[in-house]
């Protein structure tokens, strides 16, 4: 019986599927915005965009005409309680926008930069306490 209760809970753990990281292809981009939730994480190195948690299946990403990323975090076919967590990797600190919630947080490791612009609407949080700006 001892050996069934420390087997039991290891089953449970090979059944749950790992989630992958999923790259997503867009084009070249200058600014972030991020639309109705979801958490991004930007991190210094060369352009890449990544769902670490959620998936394309429900989440848009386009950048329009002015090279902004616009990410539409949860589409009709959106399951409830969806967890969404994009990596944004770019070697620079970009314009960055949240509109009707959602989280964007930038971790350290980016150069002192010239300077940051960031807006919320609807909501939303932009954390930038790790970057160094001039103004």
């Not at 620079?92 to 314009?95: G, H, K, S, Y």
């Not at 350290?108 to 002192?112: D, E, I, L, R, T």
């Given at each position: 019986m001892r050996h069934l209760a420390v087997l039991l809970p290891l089953t449970f753990l090979a059944a749950a599927p790992l989630a992958a990281a999923e790259p997503v292809a867009v084009p070249s981009f200058r600014s972030i915005e991020l639309r109705g939730g979801g958490n991004v994480i930007v991190r210094p190195g060369p352009a890449r965009v990544t769902?670490?948690?959620g998936s394309s299946r429900f989440t848009r990403f386009a950048v329009d005409r002015q090279?902004?990323?616009k990410i539409d975090?949860?589409?009709a076919q959106c399951p409830r309680n969806y967890d969404l967590t994009i990596e944004i990797r770019y070697p620079?600190?970009?314009?960055m926008g949240v509109k009707?919630?959602?989280t964007i947080t930038a971790e350290?490791?980016?150069?002192?930069q010239q300077s940051v612009a960031a807006g919320v609407g609807g909501g939303g949080l932009?954390?930038?306490r790790s970057v160094t700006a001039r103004t």
């Open positions: 769902i670490l948690e090279g902004q990323l975090a949860c589409n620079t600190v970009l314009p009707g919630g959602g350290s490791g980016f150069g002192p932009i954390d930038l």
